[in-house]
């Protein structure tokens, strides 16, 4: 069964500091992993998007790692802000064909306080 | 994203009321989804339709339907609505595109805001 597993399940740190953030997966055939920003309230928004090549991408503050032979993948955010307060989604993609079917984490929430 | 509404935004009911969710898109994407949120586990997939005549049943739709009117428009009903399909309901649209230099596609999803569906 393909799963996902995300931690911590929540967060809290000082506006100004890092934190990374973790996903575990087990989905076969990987295709691709991507993190969304959740706001409360809203929907779920990409950040970044990595495949089976790529180890590592930057979107701003947000730096999201992949290691597929562990498959394991960080979002590290760095010098945080009160506006990254929100839930993060590790979403694993497994494609065949045209079809893709999506696993999601549970997701962490962040909350940064001053 | 603005592109892709939902509505009602909030929508209380009761127990055996019928129940329709309605997802406009303007990105002109083809692939539409209805996933459900609940507290503690990630979205779910209910329905996905990947073009107008393209329906098909996600991991959990029993107690659902849907309806694609158009290439814009996706709606999600709930015949006799149970207290236990009280959730957060999001629509999905996404695009299928090959990157150039990748041998993998992508199919990033964009969400609408939600409806918040409460059945007592």
């Known amino acids: 069964k393909n799963q996902v597993e995300q931690s911590p399940q929540s967060l809290i740190i000082l506006e100004g500091k890092n934190c990374t953030l973790q996903c575990n997966y087990t989905v076969s055939p990987f295709s691709n992993l991507r993190w969304y920003k959740q706001d409360t309230g809203r929907g779920p928004v990409s950040l970044t998007i990595m495949t089976f090549s790529e180890n590592t991408k930057s979107n701003g503050r947000y730096t999201a790692t992949l290691d597929a032979d562990t498959k394991q993948s960080s979002l590290h955010i760095t010098a945080s802000q009160l506006s990254d307060s929100a839930s993060y989604i590790c979403?694993?993609?497994?494609?065949?064909?045209?079809?893709?079917?999506?696993?999601f984490g549970t997701g962490t929430r962040l909350q940064v306080t001053l | 994203d603005a592109d892709v509404t939902q509505t009602p935004r909030n929508r209380i009911t009761k127990t055996g009321k019928r129940i329709m969710l309605e997802c406009s898109q303007t990105?002109?994407?083809?692939?539409m989804y209805w996933y459900r949120q609940d507290p503690g586990l990630g979205l779910r997939l209910i329905y996905y339709?990947?073009?107008?005549?393209?329906?098909n049943k996600g991991e959990i739709s029993d107690g659902y339907s849907v309806s694609r009117q158009a290439q814009a428009k996706f709606s999600l009903s709930l015949e006799s609505a149970i207290p236990n399909q009280t959730a957060l309901y999001f629509c999905?649209?996404?695009?299928?595109?090959?990157?150039?230099?990748?041998?993998?596609?992508?199919?990033?999803?964009?969400f609408g805001p939600g409806t918040r569906l409460t059945v007592l």
């Open positions: 990105k002109g994407h083809d692939r």
């Open positions: 339709s990947f073009d107008v005549k393209d329906i």
């Open positions: 979403v694993v993609s497994a494609t065949t064909g045209t079809a893709s079917k999506l696993t």
């Open positions: 999905a649209t996404s695009d299928f595109t090959w990157t150039s230099g990748s041998d993998h596609p992508t199919d990033t999803q964009y």
